[in-house]
DNA sequence: CGGTCTCTTGACGGAGTTCAAAGCTAGTGG
DNA sequence: CCACTAGCTTTGAACTCCGTCAAGAGACCG
């Protein structure tokens, strides 16, 4: 369970850490499995846990006025889970984050976080590692979102995530796409042909 | 010049700096002004430079194929401007920024930057604070051009962050909420009309 | 003034949505 | 082993939102 955690963080640090502090780490998080269609967090409640997934698939989405799912991440082995704004502010969150196949994951809370965080000071390093990767996928993503039309979208994901293509079925990647299912497979059909 | 990056600075910390590390701090960043239509960074140079501006507006944009440009981000004052991605991988930048208004600015470099932080503890605090806010920020926005249509989104932007639409013009706004001029212009009228 | 920048309006076209139907797959239970 | 269902993908036709192109009108500035 926590060797593909440690390998994890040992590629983010330069020093990696210590057994000790290793260990320090693990008594923080605690494992939870979840079965598909489960849910992690649901909108309205506040996001307790952040989530490190060790195997399984998991998304993120919020539901329109229409009652439409517009999926806003996807994640899977080596990611993290959660909802940022809402751990942070401590609000209730606007969006759903559930397993999409059977999933085992680390959780942790806020204030263990905190407190291990003051335990492990090279976590620090790690965590804005992390962060920065984050915020730089964000802001790319963004960017298409705003600046290239559904078929460069689809192109642009086929490169960076094609895991994703083999994990999520269509009507899933159409929506973090943000098109239908229907423009998807028309989009998947011309590109077969070229 | 730097009264304003103080408060600035005293608003994301708990513990506010202390004179001499204000000072510290301070000769690590130069002024820097920038007239209407001058570049802080072009496309496929290193962004070797983060930039606090005092007084002004400026803009991010990428260049598409048909040479349209697409804002990504607008900055006032209080903001910080230049390229995350850019800065940490120390790759050439896709985007744009210049100024929309002539305008002052603190820069420093990453050497300097870093350096800072080693000799001023609390600023890693203060940094990661803003750059928390900045991520959830990003994320809200990609949330909303990936779910919400034009109208709701420029509700958004009205809301969110008002003074913009009294610093850029029209055709600006339109091309940060990803749509153009025109139909925002309708937007607009149809707005009003209710 | 005469330019440059900005906003508006209209007509047209195209990318993508919506709705509906049908086929395709994989699991489940009889 | 087949029948049935549920989830997924594809296809077509009508429609809609938004982009494109073009023109005009106001505002500001040298």
Known sequence: MFELFRNYIAKYSRASLTD????KLSVAFQPKSLKKRQFFLQEGEVCKY??????????QY????????HIVNLSIENWWVGDRESWVMLAPSIYNI???EDTDMLV??????????????????????IDEKHAIATQRRLTASISLP???RYAELEKTYP????????????????????????????????
């Open 108 to 129: 942790i809370t806020r204030a263990d976080f905190l407190e291990t965080l003051q335990h492990i000071p090279v976590l620090h390093e790690v965590i804005k590692s």
């Open 163 to 194: 895991e994703f293509l083999q994990r999520f079925p269509q009507h899933v990647i159409a929506s973090y796409l943000g098109i239908t299912k229907e423009t998807l497979s028309r989009v998947r059909n011309k590109a077969v042909k070229k």
């Open 150 to 152: 559904a078929e460069q």
């Open 20 to 23: 000790e502090e290793f260990k």
């Open 50 to 59: 952040m989530g490190f997934i060790v195997n399984g698939a998991m998304r």
């Open 98 to 100: 559930d397993a999409w």
């Open 62 to 69: 919020s539901v329109d006025d229409k009652g439409v799912e």
